[in-house]
């Protein structure tokens, strides 16, 4: 009875393009990724300009502000609805139901209430998402939604079920972790004031590797889960179908055979390899937006407020 209570919320996770493996995968990126070509991502520069701008405006005229509440979260959270094309009204009721997505991701840690709320929330989601994909069938816009309806490879093309799965995906992905790379790179630079003054000396040129030394140092993502598909054998270890494999990007990012001194914070660091966004076929499909608004965010905070 309860796996059949859960099985909506499980089919909408499932239908996730990170959750997929070839060629079901292969058919979906090559479909989502027409909605983040490095047009569309510049595209919409201007307007995550406009939304930090107005976010600092709205912190000066408080007399205290926490930095994750009242500006690394609400940042990501408007620009992502806006480049989804949901209207103003909807999106303090928009930033909630992320909300939901996180908690079923990342668990409930057993209350059951919590999850029950968290699940609601998703399907009210889905059932807007859902509405919304109709609405911008027959009203065109440029934004994401109408970037994945007009998607086509030869005659395929996304089902409004494919489209609404990875609007949550893109909602949750492009909100949390924008979210945590900006309070990161602040708490990196407090941490490490010598770095914080030489970027002082310097934004314009050090923006770019800083946030690519955050990415690195403490970036928002530390481990992923897997389950394995299929027996193999990987430097000697023999890991079997159905056991659970958890890739800690983290510390690969803290390699000291891949980095030197990869425990210092160095915004100046070259080369940068490092794997904040994961690699290969799953590397993060809104990489190039979560380092636009990284670093529109971050570079305008420090010099409205350089101390």
């Excluded at 701008?53 to 926490?66: C, F, G, I, N």
């Excluded at 897997?226 to 690969?252: K, P």
Aim: with cysteine.
């Amino acid at each position: 009875e309860q796996r059949d209570e859960r099985r909506p919320t499980y089919d909408i996770l499932m239908d996730w393009l990170v959750f997929r493996d070839p060629p079901d995968h292969t058919r979906l990126r090559k479909l989502v990724s027409r909605a983040f070509t490095p047009r569309a991502v510049e595209s919409w520069r201007s307007r995550a300009n406009q939304v930090v701008d107005q976010t600092l405006r709205e912190l000066a005229d408080k007399s205290s502000v926490d930095l994750i509440t009242d500006f690394a979260y609400p940042i990501p959270a408007v620009v992502i609805a806006e480049i989804m094309g949901v209207p103003p009204n909807d999106r303090d009721t928009f930033k909630e139901w992320s909300d939901s997505v996180m908690v079923l991701v990342f668990g409930a840690r057993g209350l059951e209430d919590r999850r029950l709320k968290a699940q609601h929330g998703l399907m009210e989601l889905a059932s807007y998402l859902g509405d919304l994909v109709e609405f911008h069938r027959t009203h065109s816009g440029e934004n994401i939604i109408g970037d994945l309806i007009a998607a086509q490879e030869g005659d395929d093309r996304l089902s409004d079920q494919e489209i609404v799965a990875n609007l949550v995906l893109f909602l949750f992905g492009g909100h949390e972790t924008t979210t945590n790379l900006i309070g990161n790179g602040v708490n990196a630079l407090l941490r490490n004031p010598e770095q914080l003054e030489k970027y002082r000396q310097n934004p314009d040129g050090l923006t770019k590797p800083m946030v690519e030394e955050v990415l690195r140092y403490d970036g928002p993502s530390k481990m992923e889960v897997r389950t394995i598909s299929e027996d193999l054998s990987m430097r000697g270890q023999t890991l079997r179908r159905g056991d659970m494999a958890y890739l800690v990007q983290h510390a690969a990012n803290r390699d000291p055979g891949q980095f030197h001194n990869p425990d210092l914070f160095d915004i100046e660091r070259e080369p940068n390899h490092h794997i904040g966004f994961g690699f290969g076929i799953h590397f993060c499909l809104g990489a190039a937006l979560a380092r636009l608004e990284g670093s529109i965010a971050l570079e305008r905070l420090l010099t409205c407020y350089p101390q």
